[in-house]
Nanobody, 125 residues
Framework: VQLVESGGGLVQAGGSLRLSCVASGFRFDGYAIGWFRQTPGKEQEGVACISIRDGKTYYADSVKGRFTISSDNAKNTVYLQMNSLKPEDTAVYYC???????????????????WGQGTQVTVSS
């Protein structure tokens, strides 16, 4: 199993970035993919997640209306479009997978199995 993030960088407040998470080694449509972020000294925060099978999404209140999670199943890739970025969005962003049974749906409170190496997002004021 491999999850590889990319797309991070330095952007001014109000700007946009699109993160990508390329997945391999597992049946993509049987999983949820979540984006999480970590800042030194703070707890890890769930940002957004998507159920690949049905496309249902969930967002943390802190990013709702600014971030959009989507998937390209043909490319086994999940994107996180981040608009109207704020300095408090600065963090290392990770994607992770969570196997779902047919009756389950994605949630940021579930335990995720495999994690990528992370990509740094820095928003300057």
């Amino acid at each position: 199993v491999q999850l590889v993030e990319s797309g991070g960088g330095l952007v001014q407040a109000g700007g946009s970035l699109r993160l990508s998470c390329v997945a391999s080694g597992f049946r993509f449509d049987g999983y949820a993919i979540g984006w999480f972020r970590q800042t030194p000294g703070k707890e890890q925060e769930g940002v957004a997640c998507i159920s690949i099978r049905d496309g249902k999404t969930y967002y943390a209140d802190s990013v709702k209306g600014r971030f959009t999670i989507s998937s390209d199943n043909a490319k086994n890739t999940v994107y996180l479009q981040m608009n109207s970025l704020k300095p408090e969005d600065t963090a290392v962003y990770y994607c992770a997978n969570d196997r779902l049974e047919e009756w389950e749906t994605a949630s940021l409170t579930r335990t995720y199995d495999y994690w990528g190496q992370g990509t740094q997002v820095t928003v300057s004021s």
